[in-house]
């Protein structure tokens, strides 16, 4: 078996809860990226950006996002909760937040820009796991929260996070779950 379908048939995401930051390589986060960029894209229209969370600011946008925005949304709040946001991102070493930002196309529908984005959040998971990497694409609440989108540059009344990618260092390997059954999901007109 060729080493692209095996690794294909095996890889795993490792949720952000069990990975350790670690370390990501320079030269691999710029494969991820580059890989991130090679994907299907109709028209070519590129409707989609990447913002690489690293170093400080995953704790700058802890204290200036994700701790006061889940004050603001949330009630039944206790120190041991703001402080997991305030650190939410400090979880990986890398995250990549994959903004979908449509074009405007007379031609292309923004249904395929949002699946070009995913193509983008799914390079990235499968070229970051095939470093070895812990990777998970994840959009939790703050995919959904505006003054995330707008911190991250971000037009509200258009564009969407289509989800942060954490990158970071495998504690161990992750057991197998559960994949769908072929006959459930796949049929072969003949
Ligand atoms: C758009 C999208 C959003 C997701 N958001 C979350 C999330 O917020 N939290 C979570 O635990 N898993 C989330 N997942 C699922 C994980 O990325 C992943 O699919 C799961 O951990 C198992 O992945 P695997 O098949 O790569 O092993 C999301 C998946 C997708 C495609």
Same mark, same amino acid.
């Given at each position: ?12 995401? &490792? ?8 370390k ?16 299907p ?42 402080l ?13 937040? &994959? ?35 812990? &990777? ?39 057991l197998?779950r ?6 459930? &999901? ?5």
């Open positions: 078996m060729n080493e692209i379908i095996s690794f294909l048939k095996k890889r795993r995401s &490792v949720t952000a809860k069990k990975m350790l930051p670690g990501v390589l320079d030269s691999d986060l710029k494969d991820i990226l580059e890989c991130a960029l090679r994907v894209d109709h028209g070519a229209l590129a409707p989609w950006r990447l913002i690489v969370i690293q170093k400080d600011m995953r704790k700058t946008i802890g204290e200036e996002i994700l701790e006061p925005e889940f004050k603001k949304n949330n009630t039944d709040l206790n120190e041991e909760k703001l997991f946001e305030r650190n939410r991102f400090m979880r990986a070493d890398k995250i990549i937040a &994959v903004i979908y930002t449509p074009a405007d196309s007379q031609k292309i529908p923004n249904w395929e820009m949002m699946l070009s984005t995913g193509a983008v959040c799914q390079n990235i998971t499968i070229a970051a796991q095939s470093l070895n990497y812990a &990777v998970q694409w994840v959009t939790e609440w703050y995919s959904y929260n505006n003054k995330m989108l707008e911190y991250l540059g971000g037009d509200v009344s258009k564009d969407k996070i289509a989800g942060f990618i954490y990158i970071g260092e495998k504690k161990e390997d992750p197998e559960i994949r769908p059954k072929f006959e459930k &999901v796949i049929k072969f007109l003949n």
